[in-house]
């Protein structure tokens, strides 16, 4: 069959990229939206677009029937799956098949196979492939420790534990096969050996009626709390043999179900050794797949086209299909909307700017633009972010350098850590590892340093007093911050990460700080140009109502604009438990009237597929319970009130 008409049943970032493919192609796309992705750049890109009436997952991408529904009426042969969501669910591509229409993955047996990791060993026992042993949870000894708990179905670190003392295994088992059972309905759990300092190597693989083509390796060990932060192509630091033995325990992997289509098998390396054991397949295209595609200038999903239209696997000609030779260095950061200073709470808002340099070999395969809305009801990636380099140090280099040169306001990302990362030298030098982040401690939040913010903060007063002065309708003549009398400095009150920043300067001929350490060479209500101890600091200033953002060489600020006045009605009693984050109320343990302890939890917030505990301030009484399970909030709503106990 020749594929006229694409359906992808997903959202954001993904369905943006399998749509890029499908123009090359002259492929028509259709996309499809929850109420709360309708203004979302994927929607706009596509031919057609179907709604999907809600904004729970369950109500929309997580509905077979009407992803189905969708496909036929925008009249697609084909469906798309893009990664998390169904992209992994047999039925779902079952009732794709049966309603007529082509699927974009493999065959629903393989997805079966490979979802349970159980029946996955076996079948890779059987095919050879390097495996951990499984261990009995009763018979577990001192000897064997550290070991992993891991759950049979699904991943990202879910109904995973790893356990150090023996006396809290069946603890671990036991709560590993809750979060299972709750996160993906079955709540098998195996046990297995916890490798110290491992690596997460995985192989692109593509299967087509002819076999499997082997399209190198990746590097996905820097992670936290299980989920990839930086990955890159090719694996760095791996001896030939080492390589070519991954190869052909992913290529036999996926020759022992008959795979078809583009999957990833995932392994565990003992950097001690290079011995690597067999972790799971994935089987549909990672996240992650760009960087593949950089250093080996494939489509994988024109790749996953072909083989679903039943066409063969583009092979690279004059080249041993075993080993694929890399071109260079891929490296690829993934920036999330997540708050370091609020234990990476995912955090929701307008994006107020959003653009990267514009620099070859980049590529920035985003979900967002400038305006989105990035909500809570979905995982908080905003974009990969991918450099391209000839060497791995190049490649670095030019990721660091294009984190930091973008413009990204209206919420908090973990872009510091991720050049935290990129800067560190265990990284620079190769050294990566599962537990990179704690071994290095680069998950410690650092502060920006105070001059930074005093410079910064003073560029922002700066630039609100020049726009003052632009919008003024009288005295324009009068220099902005002039005084006949100077009896003190002007001063400018910022909020900056729970604290206060105080501005104090002087205008009039000219704008210098009240200490006279800064002077401005260049203002206007955009751009500050600031001279201190010699250097000159270009800052672009970009002002909201309610915020002032400003970058430079230094990075980037972000500044709560404190009004001179507040409304005695926006005030909120003390004890009151404020919404850290938009979301929904999926329990509340107490009710009004019942004694607390501090730190006793109260209510319980879902958003972005995670679960957040809002817990009383102090010991204390509670006064008012204002939300209701099943309740929408929005960031800053009163949840309850704790008046504090006599003393």
């Known amino acids: 069959m020749t594929i006229q008409r694409l359906l992808v049943a997903n959202r954001g970032e993904i369905a943006s990229r399998v749509f890029a493919s499908c123009r090359r192609l002259g492929i028509g796309t259709v996309a499809v939206h929850a ?4 203004g979302l750049p994927y929607v706009a890109e596509a031919d057609l677009a179907v709604r999907l009436p809600g904004d729970s997952p369950a109500d929309t991408y997580l509905r077979p029937d009407l992803l189905v529904e969708a496909a036929l009426a925008a009249g697609a042969d084909a469906v798309h799956p893009g990664y998390g969501f169904l992209s992994e669910n047999a039925a779902f591509a079952r009732k794709v098949i049966d309603a007529g229409l082509a699927w974009v993955g493999p065959d629903p047996e393989s997805i079966e196979l490979m ?17 951990l042993a499984d261990l009995d949870p009763a018979a577990v000894s001192d000897a064997d420790l550290p070991v992993l708990v891991k759950a049979s179905a699904g991943g ?11 006396g809290d295994l069946p603890g671990a088992v036991e709560a590993a096969s809750a979060e299972a059972l709750s996160a993906f309905g079955d709540g098998t759990v195996f046990v297995e050996r916890f490798v110290e300092h491992g690596r997460h190597v995985e192989v692109q693989v593509v299967g087509d009626a002819e076999g499997v083509v082997v399209f190198g390796d990746r590097d996905c060990s820097v992670q936290r709390r299980h989920q990839k932060v930086v990955e890159e192509a090719p694996a760095p630091g791996l001896t030939d043999t080492t390589r070519r033995a991954l190869h052909a325990a992913a290529r036999a992997a996926a020759e022992a179900i008959g795979y078809r289509g583009a999957g990833t098998v995932e392994f565990l390396l003992d950097p001690a050794d290079e011995q690597f054991w067999f972790l799971e397949m994935n089987t549909r295209l990672q996240v992650e797949h760009p960087v593949t595609e950089l250093v080996h200038g494939v489509d994988l999903v024109e790749q996953q086209l072909r083989v679903a239209e039943g066409s063969l696997v583009q092979r690279h000609a004059g080249e041993v299909p075993e080993v694929l030779t890399p071109r260079g260095h891929a490296m690829e950061a993934r920036l999330y909307a997540e708050d370091p200073s609020r234990d990476w709470q995912p955090q929701s808002g307008v994006l107020t700017a959003f653009d990267f340099p514009v620099l070859p070999g980049v590529r920035v395969d985003a979900g967002y633009a400038e305006g989105s809305t990035v909500t809570t009801h979905y995982d908080a990636m905003l974009a990969k972010v ?10 670095v280099r030019l990721l660091a350098s294009v984190l930091a040169g973008a413009r990204i306001h209206g919420v908090a990302t973990n872009r510091d850590l991720l050049l935290r990362v990129l800067r560190a030298e265990a990284f620079r030098a190769g050294d990566v590892s599962t537990d990179l982040l704690d071994r290095h401690g680069l998950l410690l939040g650092q502060e920006p340093e105070r001059d930074h913010v005093a410079l910064s903060a003073f560029a922002a007063a700066v630039a609100l007093a020049e726009h003052g002065a632009a919008t003024r309708v009288v005295q ?4 902005v911050g002039w005084r006949n009398v100077v009896s003190s400095p002007h001063t400018t009150l910022f909020g900056h990460r729970g604290g206060e920043v105080v501005v104090a300067w002087l205008g009039g001929a000219g704008y210098a700080s009240a200490d006279g350490t800064m002077t401005v060479v260049e203002a206007s209500p955009t751009t500050v140009v600031v001279g201190r101890h010699g250097v000159r600091h270009r800052c672009a200033v970009a002002v909201t109502e309610r915020s002032v953002d400003v970058d430079s060489a230094l990075g980037h600020i972000a500044l709560r604009r404190t009004p001179r006045f507040v409304d005695p009605a926006d005030q909120v009693a003390s004890g009151s438990l404020l919404a850290p984050m938009p979301g929904s109320v999926v329990s509340v343990s107490v009710t009004p009237g019942a004694e607390v302890g501090a730190g006793q939890p109260v209510l319980v917030l879902e958003a972005m597929k995670m679960q957040h505990t809002v817990t009383a301030p102090h010991a204390g009484v509670v006064s008012e319970i204002n939300v209701s399970v099943g309740d ?16």
């Open 156 to 166: 990202g670190g879910r109904g995973m534990r790893v356990v150090r003392d023996l």
């Open 386 to 395: 991918v450099a391209h380099a000839p060497t791995r140090d190049e490649a």
């Open 632 to 647: 929408q909030v929005a960031a800053g709503d009163v949840l309850a009130v704790v008046e504090e106990e006599d003393r």
């Open 35 to 38: 109420d709360a992705d309708a």
């Open 115 to 131: 979802g349970s990791k159980v029946e996955a060993k076996k079948r890779m026992a059987d095919a050879g492939v390097p495996l």
């Open 476 to 479: 324009r003549g009068i220099p």
